[in-house]
């Protein structure tokens, strides 16, 4: 089953777990009606033959011997292949005189939607009678091998040497709060703001045989992003990654999918260097031979690459042996981090109502104390800031609690109202008292210091400096500092270093677009301000305020110390 499928199926398919009349409601409110309304896409029929074949499941070995799971069998994409393939090495043992015994062990599959585990019940059971199966056996063997229930929760005493397939993308906010809850008890990974794919992830691997093989198609955000690290760690303390492949706009689905997709092979296995391919020609010849390169004992530098050191712990993989790399792990041993140099990277205010919380300054028909001046994206759009007069609602004290309405006459009027929008949040749904409390806690001194604004997504890095008048909204992150000048910072952040630094870091957005989140912002290096001279910190402030990006680039260069093969490097 495909990224975009299981997203909206999960909306259904989480309610058979059993966790109370929340889950059920969940269920009534997002059935789909029909397989368009489901996002019924598919993964091509080339891309599983490859997956199979790269982890080794092929029918010139005793398939019969062997066992192999499916966490989210969908309509079968991943089951049908496989079973052939099983089917075909059973015929092939048989043909040599091999007495062959039963193959309840060789499949298990899991699926949680009901028309899904019926629909593709009925194609294993008919593939079994095509394969000489009488009907009653062919019946009870397809009992034996599928199972209708939630992979996280349901009991699967077996291990596996090969596990395969696509796991369920599925957002927090989309399962129901007891659900999430226990599925956090029994899964260490799911973490932060983590899809289900995640601990999916994490039951696949501890499902493993010694040396078995888990290959999935998924998302590739958790391999460098924040809520990956647990099972990045995970991986690095107990298995190998072996094979990565990019399938980034590699087509490898008969729909678009909005997910950018990656190909992983980790073994329950010593570590040992990984071997990685980009974006493949989706032909049943060349991935074929892709395969075979993978698993051979030569390195075939035509069609892949080796790297070594790509999983140490939490640590984000960086999957190419470019000069960039060479320069970015070069940096890393020689500068501290952003934060480290006094430096504090934040992010602008969630109000989780815009419209309520949110209109022109003079229009916000509060108390005077009760608004801030908010900076906003579209402010910044010049790389001055250009304010076009926009306010946010606080309703917090400067000490920090909410402010008590009843002292606050024209706030109250304001925020009753709009108290349906704002009622209609999560978390007002969760604290009815603080109801009007903004998601995020505004703290009003930030308006008057300081700061660097930088929205999140750009082709390149956007650096505004703020003087101390705005309040920032949700969608720019900021960057505050008490030894650092901030016009001489900005022309770092402005500089090839820093695009050098997100672009490795960053998940991959489409159009070339790169994330300028805080958890990559913190990982830009930086000098110690104090060991910085007179002259460059004089140099670096003017580029800034000139907006002189060729200038800020050569600056920063200096800054560095960057040679002139690293020069080179970073403009190519």
């Given at each position: 089953?495909?990224?975009?499928?299981?997203?909206?199926?999960a909306?259904?398919?989480?309610?058979?777990?059993?966790?109370?009349?929340?889950?059920?409601?969940?269920?009534?409110a997002a059935?789909?009606?029909?397989?368009?309304?489901?996002?019924?896409?598919?993964?091509?029929?080339?891309?599983?033959?490859?997956?199979?074949?790269?982890?080794?499941?092929?029918?010139?070995?005793?398939?019969?011997?062997?066992?192999?799971?499916?966490?989210s069998?969908?309509d079968?994409?991943?089951?049908l292949?496989?079973?052939?393939?099983?089917?075909?090495?059973?015929l092939?043992?048989?043909?040599?005189?091999v007495?062959?015994?039963?193959i309840?062990?060789?499949?298990?599959?899991?699926?949680?939607?009901?028309d899904?585990?019926?629909?593709?019940?009925d194609?294993?059971v008919?593939?079994?009678?095509?394969?000489?199966?009488?009907?009653?056996?062919?019946?009870?063997?397809?009992?034996?091998w599928?199972?209708q229930?939630?992979?996280?929760?349901a009991?699967?005493?077996?291990?596996?040497?090969?596990?395969?397939?696509?796991?369920?993308?599925?957002?927090q906010?989309?399962?129901?709060?007891?659900?999430?809850?226990?599925?956090?008890?029994?899964?260490?990974t799911?973490?932060?703001?983590?899809?289900?794919?995640?601990?999916?992830?994490?039951?696949?691997?501890?499902?493993?045989k010694?040396?078995?093989?888990?290959?999935?198609?998924?998302?590739?955000?958790?391999?460098?992003?924040?809520?990956?690290?647990?099972?990045?760690?995970?991986?690095?303390?107990?298995?190998?990654l072996?094979?990565?492949?990019?399938?980034v706009?590699a087509?490898?689905?008969?729909?678009?999918?909005?997910?950018?997709?990656?190909?992983?092979v980790?073994?329950?296995?010593?570590?040992?260097?990984?071997?990685?391919?980009?974006?493949?020609?989706?032909?049943h010849?060349?991935l074929?031979?892709?395969?075979?390169?993978?698993?051979?004992?030569?390195?075939?530098?035509?069609?892949?690459?080796?790297?070594?050191?790509?999983?140490s712990?939490?640590s984000?993989?960086?999957?190419?042996?470019?000069?960039?790399?060479?320069?970015?792990?070069?940096?890393?041993?020689?500068?501290?981090?952003l934060?480290?140099?006094?430096?504090?990277?934040g992010?602008?205010?969630?109000?989780?109502?815009?419209?309520?919380?949110?209109?022109?300054?003079?229009?916000?028909?509060?108390?005077?104390?009760?608004?801030?001046?908010?900076?906003m994206?579209?402010?910044?759009?010049?790389?001055?800031?250009?304010?076009?007069?926009y306010?946010?609602?606080?309703?917090?004290?400067?000490?920090?609690?909410?402010?008590?309405?009843?002292?606050?006459?024209?706030?109250?009027?304001?925020?009753?109202?709009?108290?349906?929008q704002?009622?209609?949040?999560?978390v007002?749904?969760k604290?009815?008292?603080?109801?009007y409390?903004?998601?995020?806690?505004?703290?009003?001194?930030?308006?008057?210091?300081?700061?660097?604004?930088?929205?999140?997504?750009?082709?390149?890095?956007?650096?505004?400096?703020?003087?101390?008048?705005?309040?920032?909204?949700?969608?720019?992150?900021f960057?505050?500092?008490?030894t650092?000048?901030?016009?001489?910072?900005?022309?770092?952040?402005?500089s090839?270093?820093?695009?050098?630094?997100?672009?490795?870091?960053?998940?991959?957005?489409?159009g070339?677009?790169?994330?300028?989140?805080?958890q990559?912002?913190?990982?830009?290096?930086?000098?110690?301000?104090?060991?910085?001279?007179?002259?460059?910190?004089?140099?670096?402030?003017?580029?800034?305020?000139a907006?002189?990006?060729?200038?800020?680039?050569?600056?920063?260069?200096?800054?560095?110390?960057?040679?002139?093969?690293?020069?080179?490097?970073?403009?190519?």
């Open positions: 089953m495909t990224l975009v499928k299981q997203r909206r199926n909306q259904q398919q989480l309610s058979l777990s059993g966790f109370g009349d929340a889950t059920a409601v969940f269920h009534d059935a789909p009606r029909n397989a368009d309304e489901r996002g019924a896409i598919f993964t091509r029929r080339v891309v599983v033959d490859f997956i199979l074949d790269l982890v080794g499941y092929t029918a010139d070995i005793d398939l019969h011997e062997a066992s192999l799971l499916e966490p069998f969908g079968g994409d991943f089951l292949p496989a079973i052939e393939r099983l089917l075909a090495a059973r092939r043992a048989q043909q040599s005189g007495q062959i015994g039963s309840d062990h060789c499949i298990q599959a899991v699926e949680l939607h009901a899904s585990y019926m629909l593709t019940r194609k294993v008919a593939l079994l009678i095509r394969s000489h199966f009488p009907l009653d056996e062919a019946q009870r063997i397809a009992r034996v599928l199972v229930g939630d992979y996280l929760l009991d699967i005493p077996s291990e596996f040497d090969f596990i395969v397939g696509n796991p369920p993308y599925v957002r906010e989309l399962i129901p709060a007891p659900l999430l809850e226990e599925y956090r008890r029994r899964y260490t799911l973490y932060d703001r983590a899809d289900l794919y995640v601990p999916f992830i994490e039951r696949s691997l501890h499902l493993l010694d040396r078995g093989q888990l290959s999935f198609i998924c998302s590739d955000r958790w391999m460098k992003n924040k809520y990956g690290g647990p099972l990045r760690d995970l991986v690095s303390q107990q298995f190998h072996g094979a990565y492949i990019d399938m706009d087509d490898a689905f008969h729909s678009e999918v909005s997910a950018y997709p990656a190909i992983t980790i073994s329950r296995n010593r570590p040992g260097p990984t071997r990685v391919a980009d974006r493949p020609q989706l032909d010849d060349y074929r031979t892709l395969a075979l390169a993978f698993h051979s004992p030569v390195l075939a530098d035509t069609l892949i690459r080796e790297i070594t050191g790509i999983v712990g939490s984000p993989w960086i999957l190419d042996l470019s000069a960039k790399t060479l320069l970015i792990k070069r940096l890393e041993a020689d500068y501290p981090i934060e480290e140099v006094g430096c504090k990277v992010i602008g205010v969630a109000t989780g109502a815009d419209k309520a919380f949110i209109g022109q300054f003079s229009e916000l028909d509060v108390e005077e104390d009760r608004k801030l001046p908010l900076a994206a579209k402010d910044l759009a010049s790389g001055h800031v250009v304010w076009r007069g306010g946010v609602i606080n309703p917090f004290t400067d000490e920090g609690p909410l402010v008590d309405l009843a002292k606050y006459p024209k706030l109250r009027r304001y925020l009753e109202g709009h108290r349906q704002i009622m209609g949040r999560h007002a749904k604290n009815p008292e603080n109801w409390r903004t998601i995020d806690r505004i703290t009003p001194s930030l308006s008057s210091r300081p700061k660097l604004l930088i929205p999140d997504i750009r082709g390149e890095a956007q650096v505004a400096f703020e003087s101390g008048n705005l309040y920032p909204h949700h969608n720019l992150y960057i505050v500092s008490d650092w000048d901030l016009r001489a910072l900005q022309a770092v952040l402005l090839s270093i820093t695009r050098l630094f997100i672009s490795t870091y960053s998940t991959k957005m489409r070339g677009y790169l994330r300028f989140q805080a990559y912002l913190r990982r830009i290096r930086l000098p110690i301000w104090d060991s910085i001279s007179p002259a460059m910190r004089e140099r670096l402030i003017n580029a800034a305020s907006l002189d990006i060729d200038e800020c680039n050569e600056a920063t260069a200096d800054l560095y110390s960057l040679t002139q093969q690293e020069r080179h490097t970073l403009a190519h």
